[in-house]
């Protein structure tokens, strides 16, 4: 049965306009592929806590009985975390735009899932992404004004790197831009289109 792992991180949790097109793809998967299963991370209702030097220290210990419990505990998380990627098809993420960045719950989901020796390694030939299950990732990006094609798009080239390092390299974005400037209803039908597309296409 196929799987797919679906992360919003709109502060706004469901009602982020992110966020609803992250429904109308988990929707639009399950019209595509019968029986698939949803596995749903809101980062907005559930948030992953932030590196610290604690927590990155229980990442890279030998040892991790001698942990303390709070250590232990984000090494589990990260596990679980790393665990359910490695376990799914299909990765759907849901990223509005902050201040020119992605929310930083999704960068802690990604420093939490971005590891040395477990989802990615350094080769003579350099890095190597250890995360060769996921078939397609859908990014619905949703912002204010238009930045797709420009230099103030931080996020489209960042979100492919850091994904490709991981070994995740069929990425394909889905914009729904100018939603303040009074474009919202066209950029959203138009959003909803192109997941239709991408999704009728796997």
Known sequence: MAKALVIKSSVFSGQGESSKLVDHTIETLKNEIPG???????????????LSGATTAAFFAENPAELSEDQQAALALSNALIEELKSV???????????FGIP?????????VARAGVTFRY??????????????????????GM?????K????????????????????????????????????QQAQKDINAIVEAL
């Open 36 to 50: 698939v299963e949803i596995i749903e991370r809101d980062l907005g209702l559930e948030p992953i806590d932030h």
């Open 89 to 99: 098809d299909y990765l759907v993420l849901g990223v509005p735009m902050y201040n």
């Open 104 to 112: 930083s719950t999704l960068k802690a989901w990604i420093d939490h």
């Open 147 to 151: 930045y797709k094609g420009t230099p």
């Open 153 to 188: 798009d931080t996020q489209t080239n960042y979100l492919k790197d850091v994904l490709a390092f991981l070994g995740i390299n069929n990425v394909e974005f889905v914009y729904a831009e100018a939603l303040n400037m009074g474009e919202k209803e066209a950029a959203v």
């Open 123 to 144: 080769t003579e030939n350099g890095p190597e992404g250890l995360v060769s299950n996921v078939k397609k990732t859908i990014i619905t990006a949703a912002r204010g």
